[in-house]
């Protein structure tokens, strides 16, 4: 299911940042070994009494050249569109201001639950400052300090408690959930239409045009899918044209939900850093993933056109080096119908479940062709070996010292893995253990 999220609001030199970092912890820095994997700030993921949700820091928020109200207040109606729960942050020391009173009209006007916290209370003493902010109207102020983290856990309980109910699924589904995720203006709504046969979601060539996420079901050859067109930039004035992060951040959303994502490049204009950190999260999330590089049919080609094309992907994708690449053009329907069958292949690829003997045989004829490298004259033994988890598949390497199992070994055994057992189109987890631990 989709996590919640929260964004937290509030004006310059609250300490909207600070708490932000002490929401997310360490949680917010990933850590990959190959190039392309790039990260904003902006977005983190928290936890909080095995609650899981996404922490949105409108503090990065770039509004460009407006006036700081007019930041304020743009900042404000983004947190209301994007977030389950608003954290409105309000300085104890500093007291009310104006600017404070403005975002909390907007933010009683949208009928989002709002907590507000007043931050830099940094003693019991100085308690007695929140009681101007009840004037705001946004029910019980609560005192913290993100420098020190008092009274964050009070917040976050108070936070907790506003999130949605989750929506149960009524019944499990074999349809296959995929999503199409790119940024603005690159051809996903027209994708869609195309697949599906018929115009379900408005196609426009203003970047933006679709402002939420759309599922769609249906069956091809015996097979259930659901489709989700991802929004692109909801168009609310000069806002949203200037906050072209945010396409992420409903990307993120229909990540979630899929088992399969289908990264949409424009094949006219080329990959930008956009692609990349669209695609990134995407890969951290562990979805079965596919590049589909679309208005093929307007790019000028000579015979090695679409070679170079795929050579400067797996440069700049190289994190997904496992997932195939169609060129197709939405518009004129060519290779729209080899779609979905890779979607097809890479789910139950997503899905595999290797059996334990074979694994083992696997792992064991690897280390015999190349050991494990050592250590100061210790070499890493490789006991045995379990898949833990599917979607994506888990292993896991039972060892004498798991701090001897280098990456660059981690690497050469997925790449045994895909020779021997395919995993076309899913990321693949390995992860060591100590020899009788849990």
């Not at 609650?51 to 460009?64: A, L, M, P, Q, S």
């Not at 590049?291 to 070679?307: G, M, P, S």
């Amino acid at each position: 299911m989709s996590k919640p999220t929260v964004a937290i609001v509030g004006r310059p030199n609250v300490g909207k940042s600070t708490v932000f970092n002490r929401i997310v912890g360490g949680r917010t820095a990933i850590v990959e070994d190959k190039p392309g994997v790039t990260r904003d700030r902006l977005y983190g993921n928290g936890e909080w009494l095995n609650h899981e949700f996404h922490v949105i820091d409108t503090g990065g928020i770039e509004i460009g050249d407006e006036p700081l109200l007019g930041q304020m207040r743009a900042q404000a109606e983004i947190a209301v569109d994007e977030s389950d729960v608003i954290v409105f942050l309000v300085d104890g020391r500093t007291g009310m201001t104006d600017a404070d009173e403005q975002v909390a009209q907007i933010l009683r006007r949208s009928g989002k639950p709002v907590v507000v916290g007043v931050n830099k209370l940094d003693n019991y003493a100085q308690r007695n400052l929140v009681y101007e902010f009840y004037t705001l109207g946004l029910g019980d102020p609560l005192p913290l300090s993100g420098a020190h983290g008092m009274g964050l856990g009070d917040l976050l309980d108070a936070v907790i408690e506003r999130f949605p109910e989750a929506a149960e699924r009524s019944e499990q589904s074999d349809a296959i959930r995929f999503a199409l995720i790119g940024r603005p203006n690159v051809g996903k709504s027209s994708l869609t239409n195309a697949i599906l046969g018929k115009e379900r979601v408005i196609v426009s060539d203003i970047a933006g045009t679709t402002r939420d996420a759309i599922d769609s079901e249906f069956s091809r050859d015996g097979q259930d899918f659901i489709i989700v067109d991802t929004a692109g930039i909801r168009r609310r004035g000069r806002v949203y044209e200037k906050t072209e992060k945010y396409s992420v951040l409903r990307a993120q959303h229909a990540i979630e939900e899929s088992d399969v994502v289908v990264l949409v490049i424009d094949g006219e204009e080329g990959i930008i850093e956009q692609d990349k950190k669209i695609a990134g999260y995407a890969h951290d999330a562990g979805r079965g993933m596919i590049i589909a590089v679309n208005k093929w049919d307007a790019v000028a080609k000579d015979d090695k056109t679409q070679d170079r094309f795929r050579k400067k992907i797996r440069d700049e994708f190289q994190f997904l080096s496992y997932a195939p690449i169609i060129f197709l053009s939405a518009l004129t329907g060519k290779r729209v119908p080899q779609l979905l069958p890779v979607i097809r292949q890479v789910a139950e690829n997503h899905s595999l479940r290797i059996q334990t003997s074979i694994l083992n045989d696997c792992v064991m004829d690897t280390v015999a062709m190349t050991p494990p490298p050592s250590d100061k004259g210790k070499r890493l033994k490789i006991y045995y070996t379990a898949q833990v988890a599917v979607r994506p598949p888990v292993f896991v390497l039972f060892v004498n010292d798991p701090d001897l199992l280098h990456f660059s070994y981690v690497r050469h055994l997925e790449n045994r893995f895909r020779e021997t057992f395919g995993f076309v189109g899913t990321p693949i987890r390995i992860l060591s253990r100590k020899k009788n631990e849990k």
